[in-house]
């Protein structure tokens, strides 16, 4: 029989890396997750304060306040032409940087949410 000392330590080396890699795709996953949750969760929020509100000042902060930065908000229709009892949109973009490093920069793109209420008060 040959001598096989060190034969675990080496396929830990082997192994390792990929075990860490994939530990940092689950969670850079799972960050993501949070973020769309989040960007869901600002466009309801800007959708209502838009529903009364006519100023774009409130909707935007209202869409900053769950705390994710570099948010595009539009909002549709624009304050002059709402009309009580139709529909207003609110579209939030945002573009996530990578959360973990090395792995996050494969998780680049654009997300985006929407929400529409009923306008209470033009």
């Known amino acids: 029989m040959r001598d096989e000392r060190g034969q675990t330590t080496l396929e830990l080396a ?6 860490v890699v994939l530990l940092g ?3 850079e996953v799972g ?5 769309k949750v989040r960007l869901e969760h600002a466009a309801r929020e ?3 304060t838009a529903a009364v509100e006519s100023e ?10 769950g705390g994710l930065p570099g948010l ?4 549709s229709p624009p304050s ?3 009309v009580q009892g139709e529909p207003v949109t609110v579209t939030v973009g945002y573009s996530p940087s990578g ?3 090395l792995v996050g920069a494969l998780f680049t793109g654009e997300m985006s949410a929407s929400a529409q209420m009923r306008i209470e008060r033009p």
């Open 99 to 101: 959360h973990v490093p």
């Open 14 to 19: 082997f192994c390792l890396p990929i075990l």
């Open 31 to 35: 960050l993501l997750a949070g973020d």
């Open 72 to 75: 595009e908000v539009k909002v």
């Open 80 to 82: 002059d032409a709402r």
């Open 56 to 65: 774009a000042a409130p909707v935007e902060a209202a869409a900053r306040a």
């Open 25 to 27: 795709v689950v969670v």
């Open 46 to 48: 800007a959708a209502r």
